[in-house]
């Protein structure tokens, strides 16, 4: 089997796991919308659910949860097809791959089981919070922030015909 499955095989089944496991804990010991302090001033965990894109983005529209499942549905089709077009030998982009695909199938999976998804990472200063996300958004905003780095940096994407 070519390394790039090796990579993005591996690195999808833990961060998946990883994204599941903790919003299962998330569902079974808080109570919707319930926070807990964990760093002082800094970081807490709260149990919150999001029908909307990013940071809870147009969650308010009609068919907001059909919209969102059908965009990750052909984003997963998309990473899947482009994968198969990967240079063998390549490292950095199977990776940003397996974190983005990985994000999309985390949220889906919620999308699918809840109507929404389960965030509960609350970081903020002072009266500032950033909007709770979770494992699975942490993955695409990585994975598509490597992915931007390395076509600036590389100029490609490293697809070759016929890899």
């Known amino acids: 089997m070519p390394r790039k499955y090796r990579i993005i095989g591996s690195l999808f089944v833990f961060l ?4 599941q496991a903790s919003k299962a804990v998330i569902e079974r010991f808080f109570f919707l919308h319930e926070s807990r302090e964990v760093i002082p001033g800094f970081f ?3 149990y919150v659910r999001n029908r909307g894109a990013a940071f809870g983005m147009l969650g308010t ?7 969102f499942v059908i965009i990750a549905l052909i984003a997963i089709v998309i990473i899947l097809l482009y994968i198969r077009q990967i240079k063998t030998r390549e490292v ?4 940003c791959f ?5 994000g999309a199938v985390g949220n889906l999976i919620d999308r699918f089981r809840l109507g929404s998804v389960v965030d509960f990472l609350d970081f903020y200063y002072r009266g500032w919070h950033w909007p709770a996300f ?9 994975g598509v922030t490597l992915l931007a780095i390395k076509i600036l940096l590389d100029g ?8």
Not at 92 to 95: A, Q, S
């Open 44 to 46: 807490n965990l709260t």
């Open 134 to 142: 979770n494992v699975a958004d942490s993955c695409i905003t990585i």
């Open 16 to 19: 998946l796991a990883l994204d």
């Open 156 to 163: 490609d994407m490293a697809v070759k015909e016929g890899t």
């Open 61 to 67: 529209l009609p068919w907001a949860a059909t919209i």
């Open 92 to 95: 950095w982009t199977p990776v």
């Open 98 to 102: 397996a974190l983005i695909l990985t």
